[in-house]
């Protein structure tokens, strides 16, 4: 299986990324001895600047599911492909040599990826990054930084960034994320080369669910019809009983604000459940993550023991870090039960305009029609606008209650 396998419904971009992929291995097996005495700049930035497909910052952008943090992680697998076949001719990536596979599941020596579950990625976190670029690789092949959350970058980071991506080292490639181009820094993306990618074909979705993840073909079409294409969603709604349950009862709330106390009710739901996806994660990772830190820092495992004098400060930086985490995931999820509401409400306004697409939440059929039916498409409209208007508000870190709750209440007028 190639690396690009996993890079659904992108055509395009993979045969940019195949193309660079080829280049830089072309690259690699061109300097070698040569590279030490020649006058020219080794690496991706002087192949660039000789016409080739390879260079040495990338911009991926895409909405929320179209895989742009897989399409990195793929072409930095096919930098780092050593299979044999490629002295035959066969192209870079193929998906089960050492370099692929130890590139894939996140061991390889020379490749650094970075995903955040807080609100930002700061300074100190980037020139750790930066110093981690300016190594030559230990493999000889390149040093790949893959930073899939390049959006939560804050300024500061963002000015330590772009001096590395100005100046790069030798056989140096950043590969960075973002939903849209306008979530990075303008002097960042205009040294990057962009690749835009789409959300993908719901039968694309549904067939790699199924060829990959072995889904029933029924709820595998079900899934990536309700998520809109949305991979790591429908693969999450395919599987998870408990996502499945959340969603039911989002899509249940456009018929519970028909008076102020249902509108309230429904936001303090809404919240609740949020919260709840939170404290299961803060269940999973947190009691691991202190007493593993209460071990390195010298305290008896599961003794509850006092910690040795001085490092109070390390304990109550991973609790800053947990609490941050918490926020993050009451945000996701929220944003998630938003994204699934305003689905809803433009198969409403579907049915209103008899447009022929399919519905993405048809098993709720009959309260779309009875909304359709009760309502106009001016008011639907709104009440689109009024879920957008949510997600802007929690961005700019309104309190979740009271957003939540002026949507439903501006649902309920329409």
Known sequence: MAVWDDVVGQERVTAQLAAAARDADAIVAAEGAAREASAGEPGAAAAERNGSQMTHAWLFTGPPGSGRAAAARAFAAAL???????ALGGAPGCGFCDGCHTT????????EIVRTDLLSIGVKETRDLVRRASL????????????????????????????????????????????SIEDVLPTIRSRCRHLSLRTPPVGAVADVLV?????????????????????????????????????????????????????LKAAQELIDAAGEDAKQVAEEVDAKETEELRAALGAAAGTGGRLPRGTAGAMKELQDKQKRRATRTQRDSL???????????????????????????????????????????????????AVIACREALERNVAPLLAVEAMTVALRAG
């Open 136 to 179: 030559s690789p230990a493999g000889g092949r390149w040093q790949v930084i893959v930073l899939e959350d390049a959006d939560r970058l804050t300024e500061g980071a963002g000015n330590v960034l772009l001096k590395a991506v100005e100046e790069p080292a030798p056989r140096t490639v950043w590969l960075l994320c973002a939903p």
């Open 211 to 263: 060829r990959r993840d072995g889904i029933d073909p029924e709820a595998a079409a079900r899934a990536a019809r309700a998520t809109q294409g949305h991979i790591d969603r429908a693969r999450r709604l395919a599987t998870d009983e408990r996502a499945r349950a959340r969603r039911a009862a989002v899509l249940k709330l456009p018929l519970r604000v028909d008076d102020i106390g249902g509108c």
């Open 104 to 111: 894939l599941v996140g061991t390889h020596a020379d490749v």
């Open 80 to 86: 780092q492909c050593v299979s044999p076949d490629r």
């Open 335 to 385: 944003d998630l039960a938003l994204v699934d509401l305003t689905a809803f409400y433009r198969d409403v306004l579907a049915l209103q305009m008899g447009a022929t697409v399919p519905l993405a939440n048809d098993e709720v059929g009959d309260g779309l029609r009875r909304i359709a039916g009760n309502s106009t498409p001016e008011r639907t409209l709104r009440r689109i606008e």
